[in-house]
């Protein structure tokens, strides 16, 4: 069973940058699609961004489009998001999971592995 950890969340004033981290263990990274989630209190967890296993291909939120990246590090065995520009309404615990579809997916039904998520907090 995969195991996916997120790490980097923290507090930023607005406009400035910060970068998350999935490890994975048990399973190499690259075998996976993976993808970044994020919930707000009281409200549902939306999809942020996706990349798939094979060829790499990227999906953003239309919220986040020209501000986040994400890329794959197989070394690390890690996926990074890159959060630049950061606006008080990207506060939320942000997760990391994992799928074995091939395709670009964006529902967390399509998610199997979880990692716990980790808090960013955008000061305005």
């Known amino acids: 069973q995969v195991q996916l950890q997120a790490s980097g969340g923290g507090l930023v004033q607005a406009g400035h940058s910060l970068r998350l981290s999935c490890a994975a263990s048990r399973r190499t990274v690259s075998t996976l699609t993976v993808g970044w989630f994020r919930q707000a209190p009281g409200k549902e967890r939306e999809f942020v961004t996706t990349?798939?296993?094979?060829?790499?291909?990227?999906s953003y939120a239309g919220s986040v489009k020209g501000r986040f990246t994400i890329s794959r590090d197989r070394s690390e065995n890690t996926v990074y998001l890159q959060m630049n520009a950061l606006k008080a309404e990207d506060s939320a615990v942000y997760y990391c999971?994992?799928?074995?579809?091939?395709?670009?997916?964006?529902?967390?039904?399509?998610?199997?592995?979880w990692g716990q998520g980790t808090l960013v907090t955008v000061s305005s």
């Open positions: 990349i798939t296993r094979g060829t790499d291909r990227t």
């Open positions: 999971a994992g799928s074995s579809s091939w395709e670009i997916v964006t529902t967390t039904s399509d998610y199997h592995f």
